[in-house]
């Protein structure tokens, strides 16, 4: 295939798998919105265009499907088919085969290989009105994996379905007959053959006598009187693009860091010379202009949280019938943006929580009755910016989690001791399901899973610097929240200094730092506390943490209070430093096994500093302190 059949053929790609993920959502929504015409339209347009596409790149397996589903879908917003969940269903596993057909284009290149002839008998029943309402039910998608989402299908949504894009000279010409799909792709494969610049294609058209100059004319006044699509206003670029060009910011910023220290000392040694006052303007500019760069570096990855969303309304309708119960999912907050690397994570994680709400959470219709609550069950998922982090809250009204239940799960398991059990709260009893190998599942299926999600949920949130919570009541549901950062790259933090040793605290964590006197220290069982305006406060020294040799005690020193969510500990430091935007680089490969370091950093005087996981370091000092309560 030459270079520019290939890229006709990316684009076609790209576009269509933009188009499959919207679709999904529409058809759930069509469902329980069957007269809502202009959704109707919204869908057919896509499945229209896609058909087109197809058409003219001669994917004929791809074209046989979406031309009897848009018949289908033409019935229905002319009124001459009534929107029953029998046909939606079966339209879904149309976009399911659809989405294998993707796969299969995208990796040979052909759509020959995946069968057809099963899905089109069904969407040709369903034309000749062979069907009868509770015939048909959800089906698995086929075995092929749905197509992966392609680097440029993660850029702005300029190809909307309900905005088909501009169509091309060589579509028209087929389109309206005045040229042969041969005779298109002969002139495309000799253009492409040409050196720059190359000959336009109608003109090469023309010159092989394919078709006429008044073809021609007439072919360019229609492209020239399509409606221009948004994708005119906007520019696709690969995802590791800008990657690459966020890390180019983040070396930047540690450049900046460092010229400003330098500076600074320079100033303080020669504070008359003009030549270190016009370098103290010049570091001024570039600040500001590193700042702006960096702003609008991280404004270009963002994405709204409902690409992420996206394909949760197909997973709990067809989820929700396969286990035989009624549930409702709300979202709220989609147009919340989050960095293009918070979504790529979070995805896997939401869809294992939204999964696992229906089926431990929300109860079977009967049961439902019993308790004296509607058939249908709420699941409600919601998004929202709070400061500079995400916030994304999963709330069901299903049975909620036995507390009972956990501990004994949890002594079974023997993943925590009676007496460590005793001292802990309701509120952090639910979350010891976060804890490696916790399961209340009675037996293993493919959707309770085998024990290991909610660790594994945990870690990948921790990764990201974020922390997830669990609140539940018994009888009326649970509340997931999950706390992410608007960006995992860049981020404010206090240097604090240790024996030393330089560490780095998020600054989202911190709430207060105060200075106390070693007199001030209480000792509960062994275990180091503070008593602060009514809170007894767990310490947590990192000299101990880290194992840095001390070299003579303090009299005074600063405790750093930190937080996730309610929970609070004092950080023991030496000495607080400054508050520097710190760039975050990953050491999973090389420290993995160290707890309570989340990455490294490389500081304004050129040092490698390590970034606390303060969720890590909240959850130990919490754990310890409810154990020396109970002793």
């Not at 919204?42 to 058909?51: P, Q």
């Not at 149309?94 to 040979?108: G, H």
């Not at 309900?162 to 253009?191: H, M, N, R």
């Not at 023997?414 to 916790?438: H, K, T």
Request: hydrophobic residues 40%.
């Amino acid at each position: 295939m030459d270079d520019e059949t290939q890229e006709i053929l990316n684009d076609f790609l790209t576009e269509t798998t933009e188009m499959i993920d919207n679709l999904d959502q529409k058809f759930v929504e069509l469902e329980t919105q069957p007269e809502n015409k202009d959704l109707l339209n919204e869908i057919f347009r896509a499945m229209h265009s896609m058909k087109g596409s197809a058409g003219f790149l001669g994917f004929s397996h791809l074209v046989d499907i979406t031309h009897r589903a848009e018949s289908i879908l033409n019935k229905l917003r002319q009124g001459e088919m009534a929107v029953v969940p029998e046909i939606i269903t079966v339209i879904l596993e149309t976009v399911d085969t659809v989405k294998a057909i993707m796969t299969e284009i995208r990796t040979s290149g052909t759509d020959v290989k995946i069968p057809v002839e099963g899905m089109s008998q069904k969407l040709d029943d369903i034309l000749a009105g062979k069907f009868s309402a509770g015939a048909s039910a959800p089906s698995s998608p086929p075995a092929a994996s749905p197509a992966p989402a392609s680097p440029a299908a993660t850029a702005p949504e300029a190809a909307q379905a309900a905005a088909p894009p501009p169509p091309q000279l060589g579509e028209i010409l087929v389109t309206e007959g005045l040229a042969t799909k041969e005779q298109v792709f002969d002139a495309l494969t000799a253009q492409s053959k040409q050196p720059d610049p190359k000959q336009p294609l109608g003109e090469l058209l023309v010159a092989a006598k394919a078709i006429s100059e008044k073809a021609l004319d007439q072919a360019l006044q229609k492209q020239e009187k399509a409606p221009k699509a948004e994708e005119d206003a906007t520019i696709r670029v690969e995802t590791r693009r800008l990657d690459s060009v966020m890390n180019l910011v983040g070396e930047l910023v540690l450049g900046r860091n460092r010229l400003i220290k330098i500076g600074g000392s320079l100033e303080q040694t020669h504070e008359t010379d003009p030549q270190v006052r016009a370098l103290s303007e010049t570091l001024t500019q570039l600040n500001l202009v590193t700042t702006d760069l960096q702003l609008a570096v991280m404004k270009t990855r963002m994405l709204p949280i409902k690409k992420v969303m996206a394909k949760l309304p197909r997973m709990v309708r067809d989820l929700s019938s396969k286990l035989g119960k009624q549930v409702r999912l709300e979202t709220h907050g989609e147009e919340t943006e989050l960095d293009k690397s918070v979504a790529d994570e979070i995805g896997d994680p939401l869809v294992h929580l939204v999964r696992n709400a229906i089926d431990h959470g929300i109860e079977m219709p009967t049961e439902r009755h019993a308790a004296r609550k509607p058939s249908e069950g709420l699941l409600r998922i919601a998004a929202s910016q709070e400061g500079n982090s995400i916030v994304i809250r999963i709330q069901d009204d299903g049975k909620g989690i036995a507390l009972s239940k956990i501990k004994a799960k949890a002594l079974q398991k023997g993943l925590i001791s009676e007496a460590e059990l005793a001292g802990l709260e309701p509120r952090e009893v639910v979350n010891l399901v976060f804890l490696p190998g916790f399961s209340t599942a009675e037996k293993v299926t493919d959707v309770s899973g085998r024990g290991v999600g909610m660790d594994v949920v945990r870690t990948n949130i921790r990764k990201m610097n974020g922390t997830v919570e669990i609140e539940s009541e018994e009888g009326k549901g649970s509340l997931i929240t999950i706390k992410l950062p608007l960006t995992i790259a860049i981020i404010q933090a206090l240097m604090v200094e240790v024996e030393r040793a330089t560490f780095a605290i998020p600054l989202s964590s911190v709430i207060e730092a105060v200075r106390i006197s070693k007199s001030e220290i209480k000792t509960i069982n062994g275990r180091e506390v503070l008593h602060l305006r009514d809170r007894v406060l767990p310490l947590l020294r990192l000299s101990k943490e880290f194992e840095i040799p001390t070299e003579h005690e303090r009299d005074r020193f600063y405790v750093v209070v930190a937080a996730l969510g309610d929970r609070r500990i004092g950080v023991v430091v030496d000495e607080l430093r400054s508050q520097e935007e710190v760039v975050i680089k990953s050491i999973w490969e090389y420290l993995d096994s160290i707890k309570g370091i989340s990455g490294a950093t490389i500081t304004g005087e050129g040092k490698v500093v390590l970034i606390l996981d303060i969720s890590e370091l909240v959850e130990n000092a919490q754990a310890w302190h409810a154990a020396a309560m109970v002793a």
